[in-house]
Nanobody
Framework: QVHLVESGGGLVQAGGSLRLSCAASGRTSSYSAMGWFRQDSGKEREFVAG????????RYADAVKGRFTISTDNAKDTVYLQMNSLKPEDTAFYYC?????????????????WGQGTQVTVSS
């Protein structure tokens, strides 16, 4: 069973930056696709960014392209989400997730394991 733990959330002013981390344990080569999602209160969970542990398959939601960067550190079994030029609308609970296979997707239901999430709040 894969266990994911997010960290790095917090309160930041608009225009600022944060780096989220997702530490994975118990993973096997079967679970090669990783994704970051976010969910604000009263809204559906939405895709933010995806990557494979080999560093390929990167994809981003249109709302974060050019501002967010997803990356991996295989030696640490950790996936990062560098968030720059943050906006108040980026405020949400951020989750990382993994799915079996080597293809990243944008669909919540196609991910098998989820972390507990970390809160990101961007003040105006």
């Amino acid at each position: 069973q894969v266990h994911l733990v997010e960290s790095g959330g917090g309160l930041v002013q608009a225009g600022g930056s944060l780096r989220l981390s997702c530490a994975a344990s118990g993973r096997t080569s079967s679970y090669s696709a990783m994704g970051w999602f976010r969910q604000d209160s009263g809204k559906e969970r939405e895709f933010v960014a995806g990557i494979t542990w080999s560093g390929g398959g990167t994809r981003y939601a249109d709302a974060v392209k050019g501002r967010f960067t997803i990356s991996t550190d295989n030696a640490k079994d950790t996936v990062y989400l560098q968030m720059n030029s943050l906006k108040p609308e980026d405020t949400a609970f951020y989750y990382c997730a993994t799915r079996r296979g080597t293809r990243t997707t944008t669909h919540v239901g196609e991910y098998d394991y989820w972390g507990q999430g970390t809160q990101v709040t961007v003040s105006s």
